[in-house]
């Protein structure tokens, strides 16, 4: 298998630039700006998207991932893709957490952990969700090359509706999160509360 040439250019600038913004939203929930509430998720979820934390206890801005070329993607996500039934009041990214909540529940395809969060697409941060796969790169450390994993989000319907965001974060949601917030009518509390109290959890049991 061949590595992927890792864009460190890129990374770097959408790295800076999401938590820059992130920030900035962070703000304006906490000022209570009506306009924000509409913009971006919850003051909650916000808080649970934007910051990881280590077994230092420290919080840092949680990891963004590049979307991966549509011509790098496995087979299983070219035939999805291919198949795809996409109606044409749908929009990106308002749709996106419901279509792929739905395809996951419903269809009889498996599917990787869906991840809910944001894209930076043109200057700005919009909520939506994807799906994210690892792949080999290449990157130069202390002069050399080494082979590392690195995540990359896959957002098929983004593809579809040709829209092309520049990086995604966000954080991974079980199916079974996901199940739950269906029964209510999608209503109820953001699946993201349930996967952040998972990854809470695991983070205590480490020490």
């Not at 700006?33 to 979820?45: C, L, N, T, Y």
């Not at 206890?57 to 070329?69: A, G």
């Not at 599917?111 to 990157?139: I, R, W």
């Amino acid at each position: 298998m061949v590595a992927l040439k890792h864009d460190a250019g890129t990374w770097d600038a959408c790295y800076k630039k999401t938590t820059e913004l992130m920030e900035q939203a962070h703000n304006r929930l906490w000022i209570n700006d009506p306009e924000a509430e509409k913009i971006f998720h919850s003051k909650k979820v916000h808080s649970q998207i934007q910051y990881e934390r280590d077994l230092g206890n420290k919080l840092h801005p949680r990891q963004i991932f590049l979307p991966l070329k549509q011509k790098l993607w496995s087979e299983e996500w070219r035939l999805y893709y291919k198949n795809m039934h996409v109606e044409p009041a749908l929009t990106w990214p308002q749709y996106s957490t419901y279509f792929y909540t739905n395809e996951i529940i419903y269809s009889s395809e498996q599917f990787p952990v869906l991840h809910s969060g944001y894209a930076l697409y043109e200057n700005g941060l919009v909520p939506c969700s994807f799906f994210t796969c690892m792949k080999m790169t290449d990157q130069i450390m202390r002069g050399e090359k080494h082979h590392f994993p690195e995540t990359f989000a896959i957002d098929p319907l983004a593809v579809k509706l040709k829209k092309q965001p520049d990086c995604y974060i966000g954080i991974g949601v079980n199916k079974s999160h996901l199940e739950e917030w269906a029964l209510t009518g999608y209503s109820g509390p953001h699946p993201v509360n349930a996967a952040y109290k998972d990854l809470a959890e695991n983070h205590q049991s480490t020490y």
